[in-house]
């Protein structure tokens, strides 16, 4: 079973950027597609971008598409989550969560395993 942790929230003026971290023990990260999620007060988690075990395939959010970019260092046991020009409805705590399927799902039942999450909060 894998263990995940999340790192590198904060806050941050619109426009600015963090990278978020989703580090994984217990067992390699390598054989694991990870997602990205998000949760804004008062909203349902929704998805935000996935990557495949390799890094050979990923899938974004329409609305991060053009801003974030989803990169995994499988020897560092880590995946990253670079998120450039952030606006205030980005402000959410994001998870990271991982599945041993193939194919980058979009959907939370699909992810097995979850992290505790990190906040962001983006200032107008």
């Known amino acids: 079973q894998v263990q995940l942790v999340e790192s590198g929230g904060g806050l941050v003026q619109a426009g600015g950027s963090l990278r978020l971290s989703c580090t994984a023990s217990?067992?390699?990260?390598?054989?694991?597609?990870i997602g990205w999620f998000r949760q804004a007060p008062g909203k349902e988690r929704e998805f935000v971008v996935g990557?495949?075990?390799?890094?050979?395939?990923?899938n974004y959010a329409e609305l991060v598409k053009a801003r974030f970019t989803i990169s995994r260092d499988n020897a560092k046991n880590t995946v990253y989550l670079e998120m450039n020009n952030l606006k205030p409805e980005d402000t959410a705590v994001y998870y990271c969560?991982?599945?041993?399927?193939?194919?980058?799902?979009?959907?939370?039942?699909?992810?097995?395993?979850w992290g505790q999450g990190t906040q962001v909060t983006v200032s107008s």
């Open positions: 969560a991982a599945r041993l399927k193939a194919g980058v799902a979009d959907g939370e039942i699909e992810y097995n395993y």
């Open positions: 217990g067992r390699t990260l390598s054989f694991y597609t």
């Open positions: 990557i495949s075990w390799s890094g050979g395939s990923t």
